[in-house]
């Protein structure tokens, strides 16, 4: 009975059929990543309308501006390419309404990120009792009540948000090692009702989760002295923009930072929208973080924003569209149209 020939392969028959493997592996890899990674919507309708109710009753006493908006001149809704809007929610504890606001934007296609912290007090156009941002959480819907407020306020829309809680702060800074922080001034303050003791010296120390968490949280001293919301607002930026730059130095901890994200952090976006902006912000230099407070002024109860410098603002670093915002596109209650004096 005859033997039956081998099929013997040469080495580079077997290096062929490796590499075609490899490149048909390569190939289904890549579309996977493409169903799952996909690039994020823009919102393509204009801010939330207001009903002005403050301004009307202003209007029609005489003492403010009514609410008629100049007609939109053609294309004043046309999105910039690559840039998104987003509002940061930070709860406080027990009362429901929201600790802290920020207003993001993310010019992806030139790399920048602007983060606005809005002060907790600022007046808004509104017809409930409280008039403060601060309140819109708890008495105007959650978080769709926050978004319609803060993008009919700057003019401009919120294309996601993300929410967080005091948990997966503390937790991504244990994450990153902590961070190196020149404490603003000394700090000495006690509330047992929200489970606060902060006492840290000025000057610069290491901070852990817990101790960047209390920094951030810090107001006033036990005696009344400190720097109030302004200041706090200015240390919660540089805390977090700290914090941003330990991370995206190690981008080997990408997973641990998308499993603290799973737990604390709830958002709008879907994980494959969330993937693809992680791949774009692998490139991001923080020299090209823009980090301020909307510019307002205090008088008692509320803080007011002054129209002009913030219509500067929101133009230079958060107008996500091609055309300049106006001022009529902007909804800031001044002292004025609140009191009509």
Known sequence: MA????????????????????????????????????????????????????????????????????????????????????????MDRGGGNTDSLMLVTYDVANQTVSVGSIARDTRVDTDRKLKKINAAYAMNGGVDGVKEEVSRTFGVPIDYYFRVNLRGFTRLVDAVGGIDFNVPCYMDYDDPEQDLAIHYSKGMRHLN???????????QNNDGSGYGDGGRQQTQRAVLTE????????????????????????????????????????AFDTQNLHAMSMPCEWINPYMYLDPEETLAMVNEYFNPYVLPRTAEQLDIITRRDATGK
Not at 64 to 80: F, H, L, N, S, T
């Open 243 to 282: 914090v941003l730059k330990k991370a995206l130095a190690n981008p080997g901890k990408l997973n641990e930072y998308v499993s603290i994200a799973k737990e604390n952090l709830d958002t709008d976006l879907d994980p494959g929208n969330m993937a693809w902006f992680a791949t774009k912000a692998l």
């Open 209 to 219: 989760g817990q101790q960047a968490l209390e920094v951030c949280r810090f107001r």
């Open 3 to 90: 033997k039956k020939k081998k099929n013997r392969t040469t080495p580079g028959e077997r290096l062929c059929r490796t590499l075609l493997t490899l490149l048909m592996c390569a190939g289904a890899l890549w579309g996977v990543w493409h169903l799952l990674v996909q690039k994020p919507q823009i919102a393509d309708a204009p801010p939330t309308a207001s009903s002005a109710p403050a301004r009307q009753e202003s209007a029609s006493q005489g003492g403010g501006k009514a609410d008629a908006a100049a007609e939109d001149e053609p294309g004043a809704y046309k999105r910039k390419d690559s840039c998104w809007t987003f509002l940061l929610i930070g």
